[in-house]
């Protein structure tokens, strides 16, 4: 079987939710026309940690819809993302669309994520504004995406790891 790897890598935010916190008030950029994946399609549970989490991804020709919730409670987010940029492929631009957290919807909605899909699981790390340094907009943040990129420098924090959900 053909192993599939992808690396998303918008989620330039703080993780609300224990996936993601928002960090940027702009967009790193306009919505791409850049293919899918279609691999992230599907159910993930997180069993790692003192919690157990869910997230549900759809996808649609032009990007996702991530859903997700921590276990029995009454809270979750919901976000949409799409591919970055040609020349940073596997990162993903992530908004957050809803959430049932907070009372007031966040200022800072936008983040940069890197997801990576292989074997089964699902890895997710959001950027770390702190590796990156501040940015005035969306055009800045991509110059320091590639300027990470081309350097080899990690600008992202902490794996989480994803299986994909069983039929229970």
């Known amino acids: 079987m053909l192993m599939m790897k992808t690396t998303l890598g918008i989620m330039a935010a703080l993780l ?19 293919p899918v994946d279609t691999a992230l399609r599907g159910k993930w549970e997180k069993l790692d940690g003192d919690e157990h989490a869910v997230i549900s991804v759809a996808t649609t020709p032009d990007g996702y819809y991530f859903a997700h919730c921590r276990g029995d409670k009454d809270d979750g987010l919901i976000y949409r993302a799409y591919p970055l940029a040609k020349d940073l492929p596997g ?9 049932s957290i907070k009372d007031d919807f966040p200022k800072e909605r936008f983040t940069i994520a890197k997801v990576a899909v292989e074997n089964g699981k699902l890895t997710w790390r959001v950027i770390d504004p702190d590796k990156a340094g501040p940015q005035k907009d969306g055009a ?20 989480q790891t994803y299986e994909r959900a069983k039929d229970r």
């Open 16 to 34: 609300v939710c224990g996936l993601v916190s928002c960090h940027y008030e702009f967009a790193a950029a306009a919505k791409s026309d850049l």
């Open 91 to 99: 990162l993903l631009q992530v908004e957050v669309l809803n959430s």
């Open 140 to 159: 800045a943040l991509l110059d320091a995406l590639r300027k990470a990129e081309a350097e080899k420098k990690n600008i992202f924090g902490d794996a």
